[in-house]
């Protein structure tokens, strides 16, 4: 059972505009949300985050958007360029409670640039 | 660099092998985990260590597997008798604080292929 889903595998976008990368969750004790970046052989880089006390943390040409009613996150990016083509990551865990809690990943999507 | 590097970056295993991998993380963070990814899918959590200490085995998926951080600095995973469902990317995170309240970290992984 997959607690954090990417149901779109890949998405395409042209150079310029925005990208939406989705995820939803199922396990409501998830507070801590991250988006990561994947270029092949290479490890994830982390990206931005949000805490589930706030709807939305900006930084520079990424917004993430979070919507806890209903469980459903959204990474954008404006405008889209060439080197943002990569595999993005969403992942969530428990920050509070002082669990030490492994990050719970979705499957990816794979974005790709157009020029 | 002040990253969290792994070693091998590669590794062909016979069936039956064992296996160990190491992973150095970042001078100062107190937490590592692992985590396995298999072709296609997202990270899947394996172990976390605070310090030398591993507060969460959880995610293991059989006790061929073994990880260890004795001085509370590099880690090593083992795996004992590789079986070829075990060929995954092994992926090392480290971060500043505890548990799951600071940014993971993750190094370039190590690939496993067992033949």
């Known amino acids: 059972d997959q607690q954090v889903k990417q149901n779109s595998p890949s998405l395409s976008v042209q150079e310029g505009r925005i990208s939406i990368l989705n995820c939803d969750y199922t396990?409501?004790?998830?507070?801590?949300f991250l988006w990561y970046k994947k270029y092949p052989a290479e490890g994830p880089t982390f990206l931005i985050s949000?805490?589930?006390?706030?709807d939305k943390n900006e930084d520079g040409r990424f917004t993430v958007f979070l919507n806890k009613s209903a469980k459903h996150l959204s990474l954008h990016i404006v405008p889209s360029q060439p080197g943002d083509s990569a595999v993005y990551f969403c992942a969530a865990s428990r920050r509070t409670g002082g669990g030490a809690d492994g990050l719970t990943f979705g499957k990816g999507t794979h974005l790709i640039i157009q020029p | 660099g002040a990253g969290v590097s792994q070693s091998p970056r590669y590794k062909v295993a016979k069936r039956g092998q064992d296996v160990a991998l190491r992973c150095d993380p970042i001078?100062?963070?107190?937490?590592l985990f692992w985590y396995q990814q298999a072709l296609g899918q997202g990270p899947e959590f394996l172990t976390y260590f605070q310090n030398e200490a591993q507060l969460d085995k959880s995610g293991l998926p059989s006790d061929r597997f073994f990880a260890e951080r004795p001085e509370g600095s590099v880690s090593t995973l083992k795996i004992q008798r590789t079986q070829q469902e075990d060929s995954a990317v092994y992926l090392c995170?480290?971060?500043?604080?505890?548990?799951?309240?600071?940014?993971?970290?993750f190094g370039p992984g190590t690939r496993l292929l067992v033949l």
């Open positions: 995170a480290s971060s500043l604080a505890l548990g799951g309240t600071e940014t993971q970290y």
């Open positions: 949000i805490s589930s006390i706030k």
């Open positions: 396990n409501s004790m998830f507070d801590y």
């Open positions: 001078s100062g963070h107190v937490s």
